[in-house]
């Protein structure tokens, strides 16, 4: 299984490579291997993706693999400054994280045999597709912009009417909060995959001493769902309100690594609206848009990850439950608050975790039929989301009291299914055996 996944995972990425060059655009095996030189875009991620890998190594090992990597780093750094580079884009530190994931690799080939190798082997694979993960969307955000000229944003900001225009509600409030507010968010929505390592961390704290993997944790999920939702992205492009319906001033500075000569004023946005006066309501219809805004809404990804966060926090220790919700709840509020993504979004977002979580340990339990059917129904619910969003958005705008609650009504059943069902797979306490009552004495006349 694992070289299947190993396969069908470089398969993809070769092909998202030929596609981005096809279209002149940097593809991710590329960017990742300029990362070996060059300053990294995603230090930070780098160092959580080595931290990742470290959980298959004694603590000697550890402590050598992060000694190692800091002497990387500050190698770089010094020739770097010895040759008066700036680096103005990316991050001074991370080379040295990728050089020891990548030695670990190679160490794994040449020097370990048998379950040693393939353990090894395990960890530095997961390390480089979480940093591969980041390229691949990155990527993929480059291709939709490229290959979707027009954006079904009018469609969603119209069904939105039916939640109550949450986008325009929460951005008044991150408004308000002012700047302490804002980089409180912006630091949460930036660090999603660095929650995710350490939420993963806890899950496979135990790898070096059983010498083997658990069947289900977080970083397979962060996986599926970086594989398979950008394909959405294709299939329905929405950019946001912070762009379709507001200047995207405040947020520019996201947009411009796609492009960087392209000037924050570009007149694409139908009004500008956002976050002050929701949409008026009239016949949607699609709208042509740049080429350089990510088409990167339906469904919300940042929602779908914080979710995953959510549900694998749940059987760990009271600090990593508590940051886990914290998580899930900062990011709703930073998805929304930043212009970023609808209401609709969101909702879409959260059933498609649960679909791909109850997939996946559908598999684990042998392919269980209850969890069979709740990954369809998951399926079933979110493919009726975004033909609503699509073909009904008139009509939930003008009903919001009916679609409204429907909308809740149809994900809370997804979430209340997922509980339900993944409850009968959690190993029942046996009962203690009832104490032997003990023998009474005989009486002696």
Same mark, same amino acid.
């Given at each position: 299984? *694992? $070289? !299947? +996944?190993?396969? &069908?995972?470089? #398969?993809?990425?070769?092909?998202?490579?030929?596609?981005?060059?096809? %279209? /002149?655009?940097?593809?991710?095996?590329?960017?990742?291997?300029?990362?070996?030189?060059?300053?990294?875009?995603?230090?930070?991620?780098?160092?959580?993706?080595?931290?990742?890998?470290?959980?298959?190594?004694?603590?000697?090992?550890?402590?050598?693999?992060?000694?190692?990597?800091?002497?990387?780093?500050?190698?770089?750094?010094?020739?770097? *400054? $010895? !040759? +008066?580079?700036? &680096?103005?884009? #990316?991050?001074?530190?991370?080379?040295?994280?990728?050089?020891?994931? %990548? /030695?670990?690799?190679?160490?794994a080939v040449t020097r370990r045999t048998g379950p040693e190798r393939v353990l090894l082997l395990k960890g530095a694979g997961l390390a480089l597709l979480l940093m591969a993960g980041r390229k691949t969307g990155d990527t993929w955000l480059l291709i939709t912009s490229e290959t979707r000229p027009l954006v079904l944003d009018q469609y969603v900001a119209t069904a939105d009417h039916a939640l109550g225009n949450p986008s325009w509600l929460v951005g008044r409030v991150v408004e308000a909060s002012g700047p302490i507010g804002f980089n409180f968010l912006d630091f949460v929505?930036?660090?999603?995959?660095?929650?995710?390592?350490?939420?993963?961390?806890?899950?496979?704290?135990?790898?070096?001493?059983?010498?083997?993997?658990?069947?289900?944790?977080?970083?397979?999920?962060?996986?599926?769902?970086?594989?398979?939702?950008?394909?959405?992205?294709?299939?329905?492009?929405?950019?946001?309100?912070?762009?379709?319906?507001?200047?995207?001033?405040?947020?520019?500075?996201?947009?411009?690594?796609?492009?960087?000569?392209?000037?924050?004023?570009?007149?694409?946005?139908?009004?500008?609206?956002?976050?002050?006066?929701?949409?008026?309501?009239?016949?949607?219809?699609?709208?042509?848009?740049?080429?350089?805004?990510?088409?990167?809404?339906?469904?919300?990804?940042?929602?779908?990850?914080?979710?995953?966060?959510?549900?694998?926090?749940?059987?760990?220790?009271?600090?990593?439950?508590?940051?886990?919700?914290?998580?899930?709840?900062?990011?709703?509020?930073?998805?929304?608050?930043?212009?970023?993504?609808?209401?609709?979004?969101?909702?879409?977002?959260?059933?498609?975790?649960?679909?791909?979580?109850?997939?996946?340990?559908?598999?684990?339990?042998?392919?269980?039929?209850?969890?069979?059917?709740?990954?369809?129904?998951?399926?079933?619910?979110?493919?009726?989301?975004?033909?609503?969003?699509?073909?009904?958005?008139?009509?939930?705008?003008?009903?919001?009291?009916?679609?409204?609650?429907?909308?809740?009504?149809?994900?809370?059943?997804?979430?209340?299914?997922?509980?339900?069902?993944?409850?009968?797979?959690?190993?029942?306490?046996?009962?203690?055996?009832?104490?032997?009552?003990?023998?009474?004495?005989?009486?002696?006349?």
């Amino acid at each position: 299984m *694992w $070289a !299947a +996944g190993t396969a &069908v995972a470089l #398969g993809f990425l070769v092909a998202l490579e030929l596609v981005a060059r096809r %279209l /002149g655009l940097p593809g991710p095996m590329t960017t990742q291997a300029r990362e070996v030189v060059f300053p990294p875009k995603s230090g930070g991620l780098l160092y959580a993706s080595m931290a990742l890998m470290m959980v298959v190594l004694t603590w000697r090992q550890r402590l050598i693999a992060l000694g190692a990597a800091i002497g990387v780093d500050l190698v770089f750094v010094s020739v770097r *400054w $010895a !040759a +008066g580079v700036e &680096v103005t884009e #990316g991050h001074p530190f991370g080379n040295g994280a990728l050089w020891v994931t %990548l /030695g670990c690799a190679v160490f794994a080939v040449t020097r370990r045999t048998g379950p040693e190798r393939v353990l090894l082997l395990k960890g530095a694979g997961l390390a480089l597709l979480l940093m591969a993960g980041r390229k691949t969307g990155d990527t993929w955000l480059l291709i939709t912009s490229e290959t979707r000229p027009l954006v079904l944003d009018q469609y969603v900001a119209t069904a939105d009417h039916a939640l109550g225009n949450p986008s325009w509600l929460v951005g008044r409030v991150v408004e308000a909060s002012g700047p302490i507010g804002f980089n409180f968010l912006d630091f949460v929505y930036g660090q999603l995959a660095v929650a995710a390592v350490v939420a993963a961390l806890y899950q496979l704290r135990n790898v070096a001493v059983e010498r083997r993997f658990p069947r289900h944790h977080l970083v397979r999920t962060f996986l599926v769902i970086g594989l398979i939702g950008p394909a959405f992205y294709m299939l329905y492009p929405v950019v946001g309100p912070i762009f379709a319906y507001g200047t995207g001033a405040e947020h520019w500075a996201d947009v411009s690594l796609w492009a960087p000569d392209m000037p924050p004023s570009e007149p694409w946005a139908v009004a500008d609206l956002w976050p002050q006066t929701p949409p008026p309501l009239q016949p949607p219809r699609h709208m042509s848009f740049d080429e350089i805004t990510p088409r990167n809404c339906m469904p919300s990804l940042h929602t779908a990850w914080a979710t995953a966060i959510f549900i694998h926090s749940r059987k760990g220790p009271r600090v990593l439950r508590y940051a886990g919700t914290f998580w899930l709840v900062a990011t709703l509020c930073a998805t929304l608050g930043f212009g970023y993504h609808y209401g609709a979004d969101l909702i879409a977002g959260v059933v498609f975790t649960l679909t791909i979580e109850a997939a996946l340990r559908a598999f684990d339990q042998g392919w269980d039929r209850s969890g069979l059917r709740l990954a369809a129904y998951g399926a079933t619910v979110f493919t009726a989301l975004l033909v609503s969003y699509r073909y009904l958005p008139s009509e939930m705008a003008e009903h919001p009291w009916v679609f409204g609650p429907l909308l809740l009504l149809a994900t809370g059943s997804v979430v209340y299914g997922y509980v339900r069902t993944t409850a009968r797979w959690e190993p029942k306490a046996a009962p203690a055996p009832a104490p032997e009552p003990e023998p009474r004495p005989e009486l002696i006349v």
